[in-house]
């Protein structure tokens, strides 16, 4: 029995440690100079509530590969759109949206782009908008983001596209991580006030939130003994987001920044 409170002792303390030494992390990389240089920079570019969820849905949608370029490629998209994505979306007809025949980056083409173009303007026209549809997932599935997720994509694809562009919309029912839409629900649904995320969602809470998990933010969660499971899909997101609740049950996804700024910057 002695040694059992010995090691429950030890296991507390490693836990404090950890914690303690992310929430140096967290603080260290959740701040307005991280911005400049990432994709959550797009949606900072607007004021209007519609505005900043378009602008970040694309822009977590194009977060893959070099960071440089898919910020780039967000802000030339809303340069098409005239830097008004909402006013564009919600009024625009089929001659507006032909331009975007042309646009690319990497295996997202100019058919996907107005097939998300399109959709949105069928979720803002006919189900309230973003932040509606994830809330009506979320309340009528499991009380889980992974159903709010499951119902939005099934609402996204309800207007008619080519099957290759519904491989842009991760499904966690089948397995993916869906790192960029987790990531895109941190930056409007966290509150804080350090500048980064936007905290604009109030019908869902930040302890409600999956940890986005990318090669970088699991190797070092697996290095801090914090994520065992090898693959980077589904079942590893809630193992980390489970442990990472552990530390802070309100704002667990806080310890994203503290993740990927070791595993990115640190190299941890």
């Known amino acids: 029995m002695k040694n059992l409170i010995i090691l429950a002792i030890r296991i507390s303390k490693l836990i404090q440690d950890i914690k303690l030494s992310l929430d140096e992390k967290v603080k260290l990389y959740n701040n ?16 209007l509530k519609e505005d900043i969820e378009i602008a970040g849905f694309f822009a977590a949608t ?37 331009k975007l025949n042309n646009f690319k980056h990497r295996t997202f083409n100019g058919a996907d782009c107005i097939f998300f173009i399109r959709s949105l303007q069928n979720i803002y026209h006919h189900h309230g908008g973003l932040e509606k549809v994830f809330n009506y997932g979320l309340e009528t599935g499991k009380s889980d983001m992974m159903q709010a997720i499951i119902h939005f994509r099934k609402k996204f ?18 397995g993916s991580s869906a ?12 509150k804080d006030e350090c500048g980064v995320d936007f905290g604009i969602w109030n019908s869902i809470r930040p302890s409600d939130l999956f940890c986005p998990l990318d090669v970088h933010s ?7 003994g914090l994520l065992y499971r090898k693959q980077n899909d589904w079942k590893a997101v809630e193992e980390l ?10 704002d667990p996804v806080k310890y994203d920044f503290a993740l990927f700024g070791l595993g990115i910057f640190e190299k941890f």
Not at 37 to 47: A, C, E, G, Q, R
Not at 179 to 190: E, G, P, Y
Not at 241 to 250: A, G, K
């Open 32 to 47: 307005a100079h991280f911005i400049e240089k990432d994709p959550v920079s797009i949606p900072h570019l607007f004021d």
């Open 62 to 98: 194009f977060a893959w590969g070099q960071r440089a370029t898919s910020i780039n490629k967000a802000k030339e998209l809303m340069k098409w759109m005239d830097y008004s994505p909402y006013e564009y979306i919600t009024q625009g007809n089929e001659k507006d949206f032909e």
């Open 157 to 174: 694809l309800e207007y008619p596209h080519e099957s290759r562009s519904a491989k842009h919309l991760p499904d966690p029912g089948r």
């Open 179 to 190: 790192k960029r839409i987790n990531l895109f629900l941190r930056w409007m649904v966290r």
């Open 218 to 224: 699991g190797r070092t969660a697996r290095n801090l």
């Open 241 to 250: 987001t489970l442990n990472l609740r552990q530390l802070d049950p309100v």
